[in-house]
């Protein structure tokens, strides 16, 4: 059965920087989309960032633009997200995701939009 699990989250001060991973199996991995969403407590679903198979097409959030990066190990079945210069508003579990589709723009996020997700990983940015 599918199983994703994150992991790398943390409390970390602002300006700080945290390096998540999501390790995946029961699904082809190197042959779908993947993304990073993220959900603070009280607040809705927010996409964060969608990489494609190979990893040469990649988009952000305007929110996290400039500070987090994304990529993927498909050999290791494996997505990341690089996060820097964190702010108290990245406060959120962090999960990820296999999208139905690709999101290349800031627009609200739905879990339907997805296959399947992991439990998340909170990230907690404070002083």
């Known amino acids: 059965q599918v199983q994703i699990a994150e992991s790398g989250g943390g409390l970390v001060q602002p300006g700080g920087s945290l390096n998540l991973s999501c390790t995946t199996s029961?699904?082809?991995?190197?042959?779908?989309?993947m993304s990073w969403l993220r959900q603070a407590p009280g607040k809705g679903l927010e996409w964060v960032s969608d990489?494609?198979?190979?990893?040469?097409?990649?988009y952000y959030a305007d929110s996290v633009k400039g500070r987090f990066t994304i990529s993927r190990d498909n050999a290791k079945n494996t997505l990341y997200l690089q996060m820097t210069n964190l702010y108290p508003e990245d406060t959120a579990l962090y999960y990820c995701?296999?999208?139905?589709?690709?999101?290349?723009?800031?627009?609200?996020?739905?879990?339907?939009?997805?296959?399947?997700w992991g439990q998340g990983t909170q990230v907690t940015v404070s002083p």
């Open positions: 029961g699904f082809t991995f190197s042959s779908v989309a």
């Open positions: 990489i494609n198979v190979g990893g040469g097409s990649i």
């Open positions: 995701a296999r999208p139905k589709r690709m999101k290349v723009a800031t627009v609200p996020a739905y879990w339907y939009e997805y296959y399947y």
